[in-house]
């Protein structure tokens, strides 16, 4: 699997490499790639179905001036910034029974997954993360193991700290998703709905209730995933995303199509 270790400077370009990549791949020109980013700025992402006034208030996205996007996978609606490390694994399917459905991709990622934070949870600092953040609580992470809760969360024990998507094609998929790792919590509350769907687990528990920062270090998130993906050669080149960000991505009939 090839590495790519990119954040582009704006969300469209962002959200645009994600989808370009599995394109280059479904096209015959690309290979099995995880690539990490994480947005310089703040922005809205509501998945594919997403109906952005039931998701989003726009109200207080517009009067801090946080601009609202839409992905091309599925998933719920989840704001972007600082703190927040996002992943991307194309993935090949022919050949592959561990991806062959959704619900067997969704088991067999999201278990790398939580395997490899849990290495990490044990290995850092014996399992206490002091933090100065003040949005960001310490966790005694080593007797909170990571689990894997609805169909593609990470949490620990009740509260998420991961949510993920995918994203099918005949040849390939995407499968991407995000860790909050030092992210600003309150400022989600001030600009998200209430999700119109919710896991179980939830049990209509409001944003500050629900989720949680695992206060570790990216770059130490990034060497597990890397290990467990065999990820450690770096792409040599990289599929064209300007054109899909400006004909896509920077479009209201696209982010704001419902």
Known sequence: MKLLDLSLPTPAEN??????????CESG?????????????????????????????????ETAKVPILRRCSGGGT???????LNYNLVLQIEGNPQVETIPKTNEFVMERQRKAIEG???????????TDSPNTPT?????????????????LSNLKFSGNAQRRKRQFLVFHGTFLLNFDLPLIAKLLQM??????YRHNRPHEAFITNLNLPAERIKAALREVWGAHQLLSEIPDHRSLADEKYRRDDWNLKF
Not at 15 to 24: F, I, K, Q, S
Not at 30 to 57: D, H, M
Not at 195 to 200: G, I
């Open 15 to 24: 959200l645009a490499m994600d989808e370009a990549l599995l394109d280059w």
């Open 29 to 61: 020109h690309g290979e099995e790639t995880l690539r990490f980013w994480e947005s310089p700025e703040y922005f809205v992402v509501v998945g594919y179905a997403n109906k952005v006034e039931l998701e989003v208030n726009r109200l207080a996205c």
């Open 120 to 130: 990490v949870m044990e290995y850092w600092s014996n399992g206490v993360v002091e």
């Open 78 to 84: 989840v704001l972007q910034g600082p703190g927040c």
């Open 195 to 200: 999700p119109s769907k919710e896991p179980d």
């Open 139 to 155: 966790l005694q992470h080593s007797i909170t193991p990571p689990v894997v809760r609805g169909h593609t969360d990470l949490a």
